[in-house]
């Protein structure tokens, strides 16, 4: 079975101090992984995704993530926080293709409180 | 840009009501996605269909039905409202054929938040 674990509930950071978010999976085959920002009322939007390739990715909003399959991380990192930033923020996991394969499992989400 | 619409912000229903929300992507997707987002479980997968009058349960199909006659709409439909249904409903799509290749990603589209009296 896949599952995704966010160990942080909530974050409170200071704008401008750098932030990283955690991410652990479990996944039985290559694992396709996303982060996602919720900002509040709003649905989902896709900050970064991995599928294969450099570990390390770029996504919007000056946001990054590292694959790490030694440590089944995928761990969210920005390097100065904005105000605009805090929100929830939602890691996961799921594969491509038919059958089961479509599932994607999301974490119960970090919530990010940014301070001025 | 991909854009994933939802017919309702805000919904209101008494118990026992049957009650129907509906989503609409333009971008000709394949897949499509309802989930309901409640405080500190995450985002809980309902159903799932992969084309045109397909569907398959998801995590927490019981007391929801669904219903996918185009294959941009997909509806959600609670065929007896209970109070433990009010939560946040989100509806996600997927193409399968990415225009830079393999991509999966799920679009997805602003909620509906369904309170049930």
């Known amino acids: 079975a896949q599952s995704v674990t966010q160990p942080d509930i909530h974050i409170t950071v200071s704008e401008g101090a750098s932030l990283e978010l955690r991410c652990n999976y479990s996944?039985?085959?290559?694992?396709?992984l996303f982060w996602y920002v919720q900002s509040p009322g709003q649905g989902l939007q896709l900050l970064l995704k991995?599928?294969?390739?450099?570990?390390l990715v770029q996504g919007i909003k000056g946001f990054e993530a590292e694959f790490k399959r030694s440590q089944s991380s995928f761990n969210l990192r920005k390097p100065s926080v904005h105000w605009s930033d805090a929100a929830e923020y939602f890691c996961?996991?799921?594969?491509?293709?038919?059958?089961?394969?479509?599932?994607?499992?999301f974490g119960k989400g970090t919530l990010l409180t940014v301070n001025p | 840009d991909v854009k994933v619409t939802q017919s309702s912000r805000y919904l209101v229903k008494r118990t026992g009501e049957k009650v129907f929300l509906e989503c609409v992507q333009d971008?000709?997707?394949?897949?499509m996605f309802w989930y309901r987002q409640d405080p500190g479980l995450g985002l809980r997968l309902i159903y799932f269909?992969?084309?045109?009058?397909?569907?398959e349960k998801g995590d927490i199909p019981e007391g929801y039905s669904v219903s996918r006659e185009k294959k941009e709409r997909f509806s959600l439909i609670l065929e007896s409202a209970s109070t433990n249904q009010t939560s946040m409903y989100l509806c996600?799509?997927?193409?399968?054929?990415?225009?830079?290749?393999?991509?999966?990603?799920?679009?997805f589209g602003p909620g509906t938040r369904l309170t049930v009296t």
């Open positions: 996600a799509s997927r193409s399968l054929k990415g225009s830079t290749g393999e991509t999966y990603e799920q679009y």
């Open positions: 996944y039985g085959a290559t694992p396709y």
């Open positions: 991995y599928f294969s390739g450099d570990t």
């Open positions: 996961a996991v799921g594969g491509k293709g038919g059958g089961s394969n479509y599932k994607l499992t």
């Open positions: 971008m000709d997707h394949e897949n």
């Open positions: 269909s992969y084309d045109v009058k397909m569907k």
